[in-house]
């Protein structure tokens, strides 16, 4: 990508402040991350921010998507819409199952074993979805003028980025369930890793550097209850 000026402002919980007020006014769901353009437009949802920034400064890098064959655009914009609407949105099923059932207060169920079912759908979802990533990328890996990443090509793009971020911030499943059942996955994210020195840089000073020969960020998710 070509050299973009941000301002970066974090709101790290959900207790009153400056910070959190300001992201409820951009963005009432207080979810992050929320971009506020040079003209003050306000961008939500991941994959809508990354078609974004591809749209205003990816052309003509190796990280945009002008170069794609129309088969590989057409499964750029298919997994990138994938991945938040199949992976990512388990995380508020297994985090805050309250939030997708409501318990009768006379229910003769306990709601600590309603919600496990929650939590219990929303892994076998997100391990589902990994597999059909995973089935994709296998047949991708097969074919003769095949490429090292996700869409064919010889360097990673925004969606091969997008992965490995999501393999470091998925909680369930665990690491290992992805190394035993989503091996091209995993060396797919170790790859998008070494290709470039400021994406590694970015993904090592932020903690995800499990695909850097580093355990401590898969330690440290493993060992959430």
Known sequence: ??????????TRNRVDSPELRRLL???????FPTLITPDGSVMTETAAIVLYLNDRHGHQTPWGTSTLTPGQLASF????????????STVTHMEYPARFVTIPVDSPVDSDLIHGWVKEAGKKRRADAW??????????TKREEAKPFLLGTEHPNMLDIYVTLLAHW????????????CPTII???K???????????TFEENGCDAFMGKASHSKKLDEIP
């Open 131 to 140: 597999l059909i990533l995973e089935e994709h990328l296998g047949k991708m």
């Open 1 to 10: 990508m070509s050299s973009i000026q941000l301002s970066l402002n974090e």
């Open 77 to 88: 914009y298919r997994w990138l819409v994938f991945l938040p609407a199949n992976v990512f």
């Open 170 to 181: 998925s909680p369930h499943p665990r690491y290992t369930w992805l190394a035993e059942n």
């Open 187 to 189: 060396e797919n994210c």
């Open 191 to 201: 790859k998008t890793i070494a290709t470039s020195a400021v994406v590694r840089d």
């Open 25 to 31: 006014a951009a963005n009432p769901l207080a979810q």
